[in-house]
C-alpha cells in the first residue's frame, strides 16, 4: 500500500499526517508563526512513529493554499525539497477543500471559507461525492465577507460553513446564505489528516507532478494594507 506523507501550514495550524494503506497517524498544533520551527520535527516524528524511513515514501501530499503567504510558500517548500531528494511526486491539494472535508456529514453544500485579513476571506463551495470526499462546485475566490457570491447550488438550504472567516466575518457571511447553517464552525483549520485523504485517488490515478510543478496558490497578491488604507478603516 502507498505511503503517502502531507503537509498543511497555510493557517495557524500547522500539522503534518502520514498515509499508510488505510492507516493514518499526524500531529497537528495551533501555532501562529512557529510552523518553520515545527514542521520537520513533526515530520520526523510520524515517520518513526510508523517505522519508516524517508526513503520508503512513495509520495508527498501538500497544501497548495490559499492561506497565509509564509505559510503556503513554507509547505510548498519542504514538500518540494523532501520529494525532489526522494524522487517522487507531489500533489497538491486546496486547502479550501481540506478544510471542507474535514465538516460533518450531512447538508447539500459546504462553504469553507478563511480569513484572508485585509477585511477579506478566502471561500470555495463544496459538496460530498458518493465516496466521501468533497468536490468543488466552482471557483475559490478571495474577497469581501459581504460581496461573496456563492454558486448556485452552494445557494440551497443545508449548507454547511467552516473556517475561520465564519469566525470573523459572520455577521456579513450569513445574508449571503439562503438560510441559516445547517451547521457552523469557526474555530476549523484545514488539517494534514484531510491533505492526505484527498490526495490517495490522485496518487492512485497517477495525478502526482514532480517536485517544480508543485505550485502554491495565494489567489491575491497583495499581502498588506498601505498606510493610508490602515487610517481610512
Keep these: ?18 498515509r499508510c494503506g488505510d492507516a493514518l497517524i499526524e500531529r497537528s498544533e495551533i501555532a501562529p508563526r512557529r510552523h518553520a520551527e515545527l514542521i520537520l520535527p513533526m515530520i520526523e516524528s510520524l515517520l518513526a ?40 511526486p507531489v500533489v497538491p491539494v486546496s486547502s479550501l477543500a481540506a478544510l471542507a472535508q474535514d465538516a460533518p456529514f450531512g447538508g447539500a453544500a459546504i462553504l469553507a471559507v478563511i480569513d ?17 470526499l468533497v468536490e468543488a462546485l466552482g471557483e475559490e475566490t478571495v474577497g469581501k465577507a459581504d460581496e461573496l457570491i456563492l454558486p448556485h447550488h452552494a445557494r ?15 455577521d456579513a457571511l450569513a445574508p449571503r446564505l439562503s438560510a441559516p447553517p445547517v451547521f457552523a464552525d469557526g474555530a476549523r483549520y484545514p488539517q494534514a489528516r484531510a491533505i492526505a485523504r484527498l490526495a490517495v485517488p490522485l496518487f492512485a490515478a497517477g495525478r502526482g507532478v514532480a517536485p517544480e510543478q508543485a505550485l502554491p496558490v495565494y489567489l491575491r497578491d497583495k499581502v498588506a494594507l498601505t498606510l493610508a488604507e490602515q487610517k481610512a478603516r
Design 1 to 18: 500500500m502507498p505511503k503517502i506523507l502531507a503537509i498543511e501550514t497555510a493557517t495557524e495550524a500547522c500539522s503534518a499526517a502520514l
Design 49 to 88: 512513529e510508523a517505522g519508516i524511513a524517508r526513503a520508503q515514501l512513495d509520495g508527498i501530499a501538500v497544501g497548495r493554499g490559499p492561506g497565509a503567504f509564509t505559510g503556503v510558500r513554507l509547505a510548498i517548500a519542504v514538500a518540494q525539497g523532501l520529494a525532489l531528494a526522494l524522487d517522487i
Design 116 to 132: 484572508a485579513h485585509m477585511g477579506e476571506i478566502y471561500a470555495g463551495a463544496f459538496r460530498r461525492g458518493a465516496d466521501g
Design 156 to 170: 440551497e438550504s443545508g449548507t454547511c460553513v467552516v473556517g475561520t472567516g465564519w469566525k470573523s466575518y459572520r
